[in-house]
């Protein structure tokens, strides 16, 4: 995800939670975010994943290559 679309979501959602925590509901709002940067995070390490399995893949095709030489 861009750092700009992460930073829009988060002043979207700042004012209901802020609300949240003026009305002694502040591990409501923690929960949430907790949850909204877990879902970034799994999201940044599935694109890692799927990169190293394209890299992995090329470095295969090029040693079949060379070995059927």
């Given at each position: 995800?861009?750092?700009r679309?992460?930073?829009i979501?988060l002043?979207i959602?700042?004012?209901?939670?802020?609300?949240l925590?003026?009305?002694?509901?502040?591990?409501?709002?923690?929960?949430?975010?907790a949850?909204?940067?877990?879902?970034?995070?799994?999201?940044?390490?599935?694109?890692?994943?799927?990169?190293?399995?394209?890299?992995?893949?090329?470095?295969?095709?090029?040693?079949?290559k060379?070995?059927?030489?």
């Open positions: 995800m861009k750092a679309y992460i930073f979501i002043i959602f700042a004012w209901p939670l802020f609300y925590y003026q009305r002694q509901l502040g591990a409501v709002s923690f929960l949430l975010l949850m909204f940067f877990l879902f970034i995070a799994i999201k940044e390490m599935k694109k890692l994943k799927d990169e190293e399995k394209n890299i992995d893949s090329q470095q295969n095709k090029q040693k079949i060379r070995n059927s030489r």
